[in-house]
């Protein structure tokens, strides 16, 4: 299994809900990652776990948070998230000296 | 600082045309990796290649083809004989080595690359 899978696919919510995205790799990947990426940009790094732990939180609000129950899943928890916070948020992994694989991303929309 | 530089915005070939995308980067380390993606319109992010600083050899796969010149810090990207579903964006990215399994991608802006029938 060389994939990382993502659900769900597209994500509508308001303001005042929360929501949970989720990640999945059965690859043995020791580093799993969450990017947002806006329309005609590169992605950009949000958090990264190594080993199940909390390795870099690049100054995200805390309307995003993070989990890693284990070493195959990711989730991101969404509350009072705001319009300019939709986006695709990607999630990926990697393990040492290898490239990220990325996940096909989730369409995040909030009204 | 760490950068890099797709300069390309923007690419369009017809079909068949061979076509390059550049890439530039800058590091002060002397060890790093350097990464090309593929971002069709469905959004996800395809891995293409890796290479580490110290193995300066050019690699082909199929029709991709890829030039690493370290004297100019380049890694360049070149598709043969280009077809329709090569259209998407591509992006070169640059890692420093990292201690045990992360590896912190520093991405440049991309080229969309539209391959016209």
């Known amino acids: 299994d060389t994939e990382v899978t993502q659900t769900p696919k597209h994500l509508v919510m308001g303001m005042t809900n929360k929501k949970s995205l989720k990640c999945e790799q059965h690859m043995g990947h020791r580093a799993m990652y969450w990017y947002k990426q806006k329309a005609k940009k590169p992605p950009e790094l949000m958090f990264v776990?190594?080993?199940?732990?909390?390795?870099i939180n690049e100054s995200v609000p805390s309307r995003f948070s993070p989990e890693c129950p284990n070493s195959s899943l990711l989730n991101l928890h969404l509350h009072a998230l705001q319009p300019e916070d939709s986006a695709l948020y990607l999630c990926?992994?990697?393990?040492?000296?290898?490239?990220?694989?990325f996940g096909p991303g989730t369409r995040l929309t909030v009204l | 600082a760490q950068k890099v530089t797709q300069a390309q915005t923007e690419i369009s070939v017809v079909e068949k045309e061979d076509v390059t995308l550049d890439c530039v980067y800058e590091t002060r380390d002397t060890t790093y990796y350097l990464f090309w993606y593929k971002q069709p319109p469905s959004g996800e992010l395809v891995f293409l290649i890796r290479r580490n600083s110290f193995d300066e050899q050019n690699e082909i796969s199929g029709r991709y083809s890829w030039n690493f010149q370290k004297s100019t810090s380049s890694f360049n990207f070149t598709i043969t004989a280009s077809q329709v579903v090569d259209s998407a964006v591509y992006f070169c990215a640059l890692s420093p080595p990292y201690g045990g399994a992360t590896n912190k991608l520093i991405f440049g802006t991309g080229t969309l690359l539209a391959v016209q029938p």
């Open positions: 776990y190594s080993y199940e732990k909390l390795s």
């Open positions: 990926a992994s990697s393990q040492e000296l290898a490239g990220q694989f």
